[in-house]
């Protein structure tokens, strides 16, 4: 081989070893201070200000409407074009709300600075003395810029209707604890940073992954084997399995610096830091049913005690984990949630029956399963056409995706 063709060759091995690494930083909003010396606004107000919103100038971005959710201090806007969501912190002064934050397509990676506020006389002093929402009423006004503050566009958002409710909950899992690391989110899949970011996101349930390490102890992590698609360079190899919590917590972090969450830490930060309704338990086979059916009772006691409504269940995801279930002597009193068929989830006297949304709405087999008292959920839905389709002409209890935002866009502006 000659010099140069060798040189080639390391030339294009290097290449093909790079990463193709891609950051999405969420932007500074706070540097420009829109947020500075103001008060709380309180919850009755956002409250009252949740709607589905006409949007007359920013179209570009948010399309031609949006539906605006609080959580806790924060605002959430969530639009149809490209799963566009906005997260806000909030404030008050001289009888104003002001709102600032960063806009984010979901699909893809672009995001930016957003500020609006509701000025006194748009609406603002009304909602500060107990006022209620009627067409016109409320006017967001403001700017979008990009992810450094310029090539600023003005924002403006006219109240138009309350958001659609119905008589059951329906419920909006985010995967993996809040979306996946593939969707540049400002937190890995499967953290407990994740998880009290997935109601900003439009959530009010999440799906989380089980493993267990070599010494016992029930972990949150997606894939059987450690890989750089869910951590850090960390020299550990092989499965989850083959080590110990303590090596683990040692020497392996996350894909954005955070630690593998115990399922413990997990459950206690949804139960103590999140409003978030139902946690659906994805257990791999490793995880001995048992073990999990006993943190359940555990768990469900300390919401009860905390004036928690939350609800944990356990996923059966095939029928080896069916035939363990079963041979558990009070499976029946466990929550569990059944991805199989209609007979399964029967004998398992499942809670939730999961049927994939590939098999399509179903909707004589999803009345029937409801009128037996089971709740029924789909998964794992992120096609922005299909969940319309669904929300609009199906009868499913809820929708597990990775675009939780997308979701309740097209939800709650029924």
Not at 261 to 281: C, D, G
Request: proline residues 4%.
């Amino acid at each position: 081989m000659t010099r140069a063709w060798f040189f080639l060759i390391l030339l294009l091995l290097c290449c093909n070893g790079c990463d193709t690494e891609v950051e999405v930083l969420v932007p500074d909003y706070h540097a420009a201070g829109l947020l500075n010396g103001t008060a709380a606004v309180p919850w009755s107000a956002l409250d009252a200000m949740e709607g589905v919103y006409e949007v007359t100038e920013g179209n570009a971005l948010l399309g031609r409407q949006v539906v605006i959710r609080h959580t806790r201090n924060v605002l959430s806007i969530f639009g149809e074009r490209d799963a566009v969501y906005c997260i806000l912190e909030s404030g008050m002064a001289d009888s104003s709300l002001l709102f600032a934050g960063y806009w984010r397509k979901q699909v893809g990676t672009e995001t930016g600075i957003f500020q609006v506020s509701v000025a006194a006389d748009e609406g603002g002093r009304a909602l500060l003395t107990g006022g209620q929402a009627v067409p016109g009423s409320i006017i967001l006004a403001g700017d979008l810029g990009n992810a450094i503050g310029s090539g600023k566009r003005p924002v403006r958002c006219i109240y138009r209707r309350p958001l659609y409710t119905s008589d059951t909950p329906f419920l909006i899992l985010a995967h993996r604890a809040g979306g996946r690391n593939s969707d540049y989110l400002p937190a890995s899949e499967n953290s407990a940073e994740l998880v009290k970011l997935a109601e900003f996101f439009g959530a009010n349930g999440v799906e989380i992954d089980v493993q267990l390490t070599k010494d016992g102890v029930p972990v949150i992590y997606h894939d059987e084997d450690m890989n750089l698609r869910l951590n850090q360079k960390s020299g550990l190899v092989g499965s989850v399995s083959e080590y110990t919590l303590a090596q683990i917590e040692s020497f392996v972090r996350l894909r954005n610096g955070e630690r593998i969450p115990t399922l413990r830490r997990m459950l206690a930060t949804i139960l103590r830091q999140t409003s978030l309704k139902v946690v659906w338990l994805d257990i791999k086979p490793s995880v001995p049913l048992s073990m999990l059916t006993n943190l359940q009772r555990e768990y469900a006691d300390s919401a009860r005690t905390l004036g928690r409504d939350l609800t944990i269940v356990i996923g059966i995801p095939d029928a080896e984990k069916a035939q363990e279930l079963q041979q558990l002597p009070d499976y029946r009193r466990a929550n569990v949630l059944c991805e199989l068929d209609m007979e399964t989830t029967r004998a398992l006297d499942a809670d939730v029956w999961a049927p994939r949304w590939t098999l399509g709405t179903q909707n004589e087999r999803v009345a029937e399963m409801q009128n037996e008292g089971r709740r029924v959920l789909t998964w794992t839905l992120d096609q922005a056409a299909y969940i319309e389709q669904f929300i609009r002409t199906g009868r499913f209890d809820g929708i597990l995706t990775n675009y939780p935002a997308l979701v309740a866009y097209y939800y709650y502006s029924q």
